[in-house]
């Protein structure tokens, strides 16, 4: 059998590399992009709700966020009992750069691909998340 999953660890890792560097002038590293594109597809989330979406512990995703609120790219605002999680104008403007340089990666890696193989792919690769999914839930 294929080793898939290591492949798409080895493509995980490289476009990790890849933006580490590309996005190292905005400060952002380790994965905090993916803080700061969540939160702007879905502002207005509380602290948990991130965490489970990018599938990390409570306290990571607090790193992660206090990092990015100290960075001046999002606020948290208490509502209630909870801390709502926003994007600010120069989170905004970050997170346009970092979606232009996402349909760019995606371009290249798909540039051998018809539309319909890259539809495939992309099928595919949710059957393997989905499984993975209730794998993990055991």
Do not use: W
């Not at 993916?34 to 995703?61: F, H, W």
């Amino acid at each position: 059998m294929k080793e898939i999953l290591r492949e798409i660890g080895m493509i995980a890792r490289a476009l990790d590399s890849i933006s580490n560097i590309v996005f190292k002038e905005y400060d952002l590293t380790r994965g905090q992009y993916l803080y700061l594109v969540r939160i702007c597809e879905n502002p207005g989330s509380i602290q948990e709700k991130l965490a489970e979406m990018i599938k990390v512990d409570r306290t990571t995703a607090a790193r992660a966020i206090k990092k990015l609120e100290m960075n001046g790219l999002l606020k948290r605002k208490m509502m209630s009992i909870t801390k709502k999680i926003s994007p600010i104008e120069k989170g905004k403007n970050v997170f346009t750069f970092i979606k232009r340089e996402n349909d760019h990666s995606n371009s290249v890696a798909l540039a051998e691909f018809s539309e319909r193989e890259a539809e495939s792919i992309f099928h595919l690769l949710q059957r393997v998340i989905m499984r993975q999914l209730q794998f993990d839930g055991r």
